[in-house]
């Protein structure tokens, strides 16, 4: 059983940065597979990035070069740093956990407007 909260949504303006954290109740080390996905209003929910144990990254074309994903294994917490945000990129966030089952996070809203 793992539990996902995310964290560092807001309101920004176009051009700006915002971090996202994903804490989770246990241990994340030997959880491989982890990621960020969102849902933009009236959209389906796509991937954003992920990140294996081994640190291997992979990332939606649309954040490529404004994204970074990271885990902290020892703080079992997860990142995702946002860079030269879009209003497109407004959504909210959900951290995912695939260990055994998949496992989400409630969410955290980004919104992107000037």
């Known amino acids: 059983q793992v539990q996902l909260v995310e964290s560092g949504g807001g309101l920004v303006q176009p051009g700006g940065s915002l971090r996202l954290s994903c804490s989770a109740s246990?241990?994340?080390?030997?959880?491989?597979?982890m990621g960020w996905y969102r849902q933009a209003p009236g959209k389906q929910r796509e991937l954003v990035a992920t990140i294996t144990s081994g640190g291997n990254t992979n990332y939606a074309d649309s954040v490529k070069g404004r994204f970074i994903i990271s885990r902290d294994n020892a703080k079992n917490t997860m990142y995702l740093q946002m860079n030269s945000l879009k209003p497109e990129d407004t959504a909210v966030y959900y951290c995912?956990?695939?260990?055994?089952?998949?496992?989400w996070g409630q969410g955290t809203q980004v919104t992107v407007s000037s």
């Open positions: 246990r241990s994340i080390f030997g959880i491989n597979a």
């Open positions: 995912h956990a695939a260990f055994l089952r998949d496992y």
